[in-house]
């Protein structure tokens, strides 16, 4: 006779599968408009926004690199990563505009607990492209507000 009773083991993790669907679920009902929020701002649309990671910035290199932590989920971190904004130029790090504008980015990037980047897209040289989310707000846009961006050429 068998014995169709769940182990403990079993159960546990039925219900953990069943909790992940269920918010993951939640979050995408949630944050369904963020597609329009980012087409809005960087023209670009929510089918090249396929990731989101939390992540964990060590260093700033200038207004517009970063060097973080990529958490990937199940206990898979990518150490060390090169990001690269999307969409967002800040002046180079040897002008003084450039200066204040790493200065600006280590201030709100170093500091901050909520950090995450979007991205779907690699540049020339291989660096993942994205949007850093800080508290909600995406940084190039903060960048921009506070005039640290190149202006566009016509």
Known sequence: MENNK???????????????????????????SDGVEYQKITGMTVKEFVYTYPIEITRVVDGDTVIANINMGIGIIMVDQRLRLLGYDAYEKKTEKGK??????????????CLFVTSGKRDNFGRPLGNIQVNGKIFGELLKENGFLKEEEN
């Open 6 to 32: 769940l182990t403990t083991f079993e159960k546990v993790m039925s219900v953990d599968i069943l909790a992940a669907i269920i918010g993951i679920a939640v979050w995408v009902i949630q944050h369904k």
């Open 100 to 113: 204040e504008a790493t200065k600006f980015a280590e201030e709100i990037l170093l500091d901050s607990d």
